[in-house]
């Protein structure tokens, strides 16, 4: 049971480069969410998913897109990547109870 | 929206102290406050929740304790250990969430506990 897995662990793109990142559950979790964190300002939600086939916006959803196609898989994806991205990305899946966080993806846009 | 308050944003005890964390939330018909703790280079991982219909919850050296009325909780941590140190986010669900649905984090605070 590995829990929540993300891939890739680093990142460095130049602006305007696009990339996908992959979010991974094992344990039939419904809802899925994609976070950043930036240093002062907690985690902002910038998408989520509360089953297979479903997407919505979070408070901080420009410049990314979803998908989950699968229910043990959530990606996210940059069209274009901007300097105003670089964070540390964290993918999060949930139960009822507990809403459980990978070890997130370090991305730096120059 | 949900507005969270975190203070202070860094904490720093001596190994046996105790630690209080406090957070205001802005959205009065939240009803799930959790705790979660970020150790280096790792995810949060969730400490201790409690939900509006509970003023006080205790779990060994960990407690929480919610005022409706002045809308704020506070994480308090006893007989503090260096293993205690890392980053600790308050969050709060808005009105009619769940524990799975939204949740509105804290700035955080970077705990630091002194052997």
């Known amino acids: 049971n590995a829990g929540v897995t993300q891939t890739p662990k680093f990142r460095v793109l130049k602006t305007g480069q696009s990339m996908t990142l992959l979010c991974a559950q094992d344990?039939?979790?419904?809802?899925m969410y994609w976070y950043r964190q930036d240093p002062g300002m907690g985690l902002r939600l910038i998408h989520y998913?509360?089953?297979?086939?479903?997407?919505a916006k979070g408070e901080v959803p420009d410049g990314y897109n979803v998908s989950r196609l699968k229910k043990q898989n959530f990606l996210l994806g940059l069209e274009s990547a901007a300097p105003s991205q670089t964070s540390v990305y964290f993918c999060?899946?949930?139960?009822?109870?507990?809403?459980?966080f990978g070890p997130g993806t370090r991305l730096t846009v120059l | 929206g949900e507005n969270v308050e975190q203070h202070p944003s860094t904490l720093s005890v001596q190994e046996g102290d105790s630690a209080v964390i406090k957070c205001t939330y802005s959205?009065?018909?939240?009803?799930?406050f959790p705790w979660y703790k970020q150790e280096l280079g790792k995810g949060p991982q969730l400490i201790i929740d409690?939900?509006?219909?509970?003023g006080e919850k205790k779990d060994q050296r960990i407690a929480v304790t919610l005022n409706k009325t002045a809308k704020h909780f506070s994480l308090h941590i006893t007989e503090t250990q260096p293993e205690d140190s890392a980053v600790y986010f308050c969050?709060?669900?808005?009105?009619?969430?769940?524990?799975?649905?939204?949740?509105?984090f804290g700035q955080g605070t970077i705990l630091t506990v002194h052997p």
């Open positions: 999060a899946s949930a139960d009822t109870r507990t809403r459980y």
């Open positions: 344990m039939n979790h419904e809802y």
């Open positions: 998913s509360v089953g297979e086939g479903t997407t």
């Open positions: 959205d009065s018909a939240s009803n799930y």
């Open positions: 409690i939900r509006s219909n509970v």
């Open positions: 969050a709060a669900t808005p009105a009619g969430g769940t524990s799975y649905g939204k949740l509105t």
